[in-house]
Each structure stands twice: as C-alpha cells, then as structure tokens.
C-alpha cells in the first residue's frame, strides 16, 4: 500500500523560503510521477510541480515557476519542493501525490491516484 507523508509546511513572512518533504513508501517508485499540488480555501486544488522519478525531468506551473524546486533523492524515497521568495497567494495546503502509471505526467490532480495529508504553508505580508 502506498503511503505518502508531507512535512516543512509552516508560517513564514512573504519573501521567506520553505522546504517542504514527502516521504513515499510502500512500494518501488522507480516507475513513478510524483507531484505537488496546493488547494487554498474556496479554491480548487492546483498543479504546482511534477518530476519523472526515473529521469528526474521536472515540469512546474507558470505561477511557481523560477521560485520553486522539485527534486527527489532515491536512496530516501523521498520528494522535496524547495520554495523561495514565498508570496501571500503561496498560502495554501499542499499535498504530495503520485502515480505509478502514466503516458505523460500528469498535471491534474485526477491523474494522481495516491495522496497525502497535506502540509499547510501560510505566508504573511
């Protein structure tokens, strides 16, 4: 059984960075797209970066992109998203997901059949 568990997520002033860690387990995840997603109240849950664990090919959403990170470590079976120069609208919770078979990564969360709890971030002004 796969399970996803996120950590890092906290409260910080805009301008601040952030870690945030997924660890995976349950299975190999060689074959695996993992992802970020985020959800902020009233508002749908949004991509924010994905990464081909085989590859390590990265994809990120334009409203990210520049200031966040992904990148996995094998030898931990675990996924990170470093976020820099954090902004208010950055205020959400975001959630790990993964999928273990795919024809191109996903970047809906309907694509995603395994999530986390999710991790809160709020970023003040």
């Known amino acids: 059984q796969v399970q996803l568990v996120e950590s890092g997520g906290g409260l910080v002033q805009a301008g601040d960075s952030l870690r945030l860690s997924c660890a995976a387990s349950?299975?190999?995840?060689?074959?695996?797209?993992m992802a970020w997603f985020r959800q902020a109240p009233g508002k749908e849950r949004e991509f924010v970066a994905n990464v081909v664990w085989r590859t390590g090919r990265t994809y990120y959403a334009d409203s990210v992109k520049g200031r966040f990170t992904i990148s996995r470590d094998d030898t931990k079976n675990s996924m990170y998203l470093q976020m820099n120069g954090l902004r208010p609208e950055d205020t959400a919770i975001y959630y790990c997901a993964a999928t273990l078979a795919f024809f191109a990564p996903p970047v809906t969360p309907s694509g995603y059949p395994y999530w986390g709890q999710g991790t809160q971030v709020t970023v003040s002004s």
């Open positions: 349950g299975r190999s995840f060689s074959s695996a797209v």
